[in-house]
């Protein structure tokens, strides 16, 4: 490669640096706003706020030690500049295509590991071509990459997983049995106590994992940190368990939340200080390893990088401009939501939607974990489990009701647990110069906390451990794909030179714009469609509005997907026939999640509003009998022309499109009934029930003439009778459901509306 082309490979790493900084953020997002967030303790707005200014402090107060990049997994001294900058370029592209795509599927990662493995397999494959052009063993290889190194990190991680959920299960546990669920009953000595330990641990954490990193501390007050940390925490501990007794007894604060805040801001601040280098590392190296070059007139295949062994200080606008690009992510980042209800849904206290399907290995550690359980509970004395129990019984108030999507995933009491146990692993780690990823420890503790504070029940625990399962196994394929992607793009840079760089970088930011756009075009038409929306209401005429923008958007979609159903069997379009399915697939899974929500609907009930549950499950059942419909003709619509069997006749497929018309008019009619609200037309609607019906009996009658004298093919006969029979069902259930609205709805009785109460501690 020609000398000029290194001004360009800088300018590119900055733009990958930028945009791995976004790509990064999303990721590791989750680290620091999953317990706030999970807990809904304080305004998302407030939570987003602090995470701001503790990114933006860490940003700042960042050392600046590019350790890992420069010197951590290989040897500089080893390789001249032409061959860092590749390792550099085959870095940060690998690193935004692998984060990208995990942020797409909402799954956490660790940007350490991906970091750590990138560096390693370009280094890798960088000695191999330089051992092969030397004539050299490749035994010689440990001469050029840091092996210790990576092996202590591999370790580390190895470790980390297991103590991070161990522990966070142990103090989850003992904290649920001393404060329970109903720790807002408890004496203000205990909040007061549980407050001076957590602030303690937050404290420290603070300043060993962020300040001192960031040698802002004086000389002296690090040694005595050093010498006297026993006294240091101790200290600490009395004199924020005595502020935590008087802000709860006389100023009357919710510590929990106070807790959570700084929880929040400590952790927000160490990712930006200790977690930059993840995202910037390479380009500063890159940068300072081509101002040491320029200003040495030796040629680049010549001018060795043990310069690279020194430390050399960050940049302080670098770092500010990093840190803004940061705050921004955060609160406009939809990949970042993503991962982050990932990490939440996994660790919620209720029931719900799961994300993840059950594997065996899955079904297999619950099915022995329950079996260790109920052992365990066997050799326990009655009295001290009866006792254990009633910390475990849920904190509940009949007259406040909350809308299921407004519920916490989890109390103020776990989210405090979480931070505070995340932040002293990952001190104690720091303390000890041990590598370790802030995302592997902050997932593990959610994951180890929700399941001592019983969150995985029998019904979802399979569900919940596959989703735990298929993280973790993310994470470690993560490293086996950025070694092994790393390597090939160095290759290829090596080989290709410019041409080969070029066409890298054009294929990277392009696969990542088409990533943008699926996220785009996916969030428009889930906003579009407006998925279905459980029922909250306490009465029949409440859920009769309620329900009426989900039964606007069933009618609306049914129409799309009978319409797309015939068009494409009059077409043999297999690829709109395709989608079809996929759209019916949709539609019945969101229905079945309303179905799933009648134990919540019903729960909200009181004595007086019994009959709105009956009306809310026939509503539900006319639904799924519609979908059912409308599944079976897309089915087999598209199992037709798939299988290239013999195209409909001309008769067949203008009858059809004639009913397609009818059943349109009748859907577009009846949507607008429900979006209007306006249920007094659905009288008008009904008139035309015995008309429609009529129709679709007459055109059966007509194919049964036709078999009998002219039609030659079974297949399509079976076909065309199967789509009038499921038309006619389709008709039945939804003149069923039209007249079901009609006799329920009373416009002189105003719906009943639930009352949203929110917590004032």
Request: glycine share 4%; net charge neutral; hydrophobic share 50%.
């Amino acid at each position: 490669m020609g000398e000029n082309i290194y001004v360009f490979m800088v300018v590119a790493l900055a733009i990958l640096a930028i945009t791995d900084l976004i790509v990064g953020v999303s990721n590791d997002a989750v680290n620091f706003l999953n317990s706030a967030i999970g807990s809904k303790a304080v305004p998302f707005t407030t939570i987003m706020i602090v995470a701001s200014i503790g990114i933006a402090f860490g940003a700042m107060s960042s050392s600046g030690m590019m350790e890992v990049a420069r010197k951590g997994i290989f040897n500089p001294e080893n390789f001249v500049f032409s061959e860092i900058m590749i390792i550099f370029m085959a870095v940060m592209i690998t690193d935004i295509l692998l984060l990208d795509f995990f942020n797409t599927l909402g799954m956490p990662t660790s940007t350490t590991v991906s970091i750590v493995f990138e560096l390693l397999g370009a280094a890798v494959a960088i000695a191999i071509i330089k051992i092969y052009n030397l004539d050299e063993s490749l035994t010689t290889l440990s001469n050029y990459i840091n092996t210790d190194k990576a092996t202590q990190i591999i370790l580390g991680i190895l470790l980390s997983v297991l103590i991070a959920f161990t522990v966070g299960a142990i103090v989850q546990y003992i904290s649920r049995i001393l404060i329970s669920f109903k720790f807002n009953q408890k004496p203000k000595w205990v909040s007061a106590i549980f407050g001076g330990v957590a602030i303690t641990a937050i404290i420290y954490f603070i300043i060993v994992k962020g300040l001192k990193s960031a040698s802002i501390l004086t000389p002296s007050i690090s040694e005595f940190i050093n010498t006297q940390g026993e006294l240091f925490i101790a200290a600490n501990f009395i004199v924020w368990t005595l502020i935590s007794l008087v802000l709860t007894t006389t100023l009357k604060t919710n510590i929990y939340k106070l807790i959570i805040l700084l929880g929040t801001f400590a952790l927000a601040m160490a990712f930006a200080g200790n977690d930059l280098v993840n995202f910037i590392g390479p380009l500063i190296t890159a940068l300072q390893s081509y101002q040491d070059w320029s200003a040495s007139g030796i040629l680049s295949t010549e001018y060795n990088m043990a310069g690279l062994s020194k430390a050399v200080q960050t940049p302080t606008l670098l770092l500010l401009a990093a840190g803004l690009i940061m705050v921004l992510t955060i609160w406009f980042s939809t990949k970042a939501k993503n991962v982050l209800k990932t990490s939440v849904d996994l660790s919620r206290q209720d029931e719900g939607e799961e994300r993840f399907q059950p594997n065996y290995l899955s079904r297999v550690i619950v099915k022995y974990s329950i079996k260790a359980s109920e052992a365990f509970s066997n050799i326990m004395p009655a009295v001290l489990q009866e006792k254990i129990n009633t910390q475990f019984e849920k904190a509940d108030n009949p007259k406040v009701i909350v809308k299921q999507q407004d519920k916490p995933a989890f109390d103020m009491v776990r989210a405090a647990v979480n931070l505070m146990v995340a932040s002293v692993l990952i001190s104690i780690a720091t303390s000890m110069k041990l590598p370790l990823s802030t995302t592997y420890v902050t997932f593990m503790v959610a994951m180890g906390s929700s399941l001592a504070d019983r969150a995985w029940g029998v019904e979802s625990a399979v569900y919940r451990v596959a989703g735990v399962l298929n993280v973790i196994g993310g994470w470690f394929f993560t490293a086996i794909v950025a070694f092994l992607a790393a390597a090939v793009i160095a290759c290829c840079i090596h080989f290709g030179g410019s041409i080969g760089l070029v066409i890298l970088l054009i294929l990277a930011f392009f696969l990542i714009y088409k990533n943008y756009q699926k996220q785009s075009k996916k969030s428009k038409e889930i906003k579009a469609e407006n998925s279905l929306r459980k029922s909250e209401s306490s009465s029949v005429q409440g859920v009769i509005e309620e329900s009426a923008s989900n039964i606007a958007q069933v009618l609306k979609r049914s129409n799309k997907i009978y319409t797309n159903s015939i068009n494409g069997l009059a077409k043999q379009d297999v690829t709109l026939l395709k989608k079809n399915k996929k759209g019916v697939v949709k539609l019945s899974h969101e229905i079945d999640e309303l179905k799933d929500h009648i134990f919540y609907f019903i729960k909200n009930l009181d004595e007086a509003s019994v009959g709105a549950s009956n009306f809310y499950i026939n509503i539900l059942e006319y639904l799924q009998d519609l979908v059912q419909s409308l599944e079976y003709i897309s089915k087999i619509t598209h199992k037709h022309i798939n299988n290239n069997h013999k195209k409909l006749k001309y008769n067949q497929i203008k009858e059809l499109k004639e009913f397609d018309i009818v059943l349109d008019e009748l859907f577009t009619k009846t949507n607008k009934v429900f979006e209007n609200k306006s249920f007094e037309g659905i009288g008008a609607i009904l008139k035309d029930k015995q008309k429609v019906l009529n129709l679709v009996t007459d055109k059966i009658q007509e194919q049964v003439k036709r078999t009998r004298t002219e039609e030659s093919s079974p297949k399509n006969t079976a076909l065309y009778f199967s789509l009038l029979s499921e038309t006619k069902d389709l008709v039945i259930t939804t003149f069923n459901l039209l007249e079901l609205y009609f006799n329920k709805h009373d416009s002189t009785v105003e719906p009943a509306k639930i009352e949203i109460t929110e917590d004032k501690e």
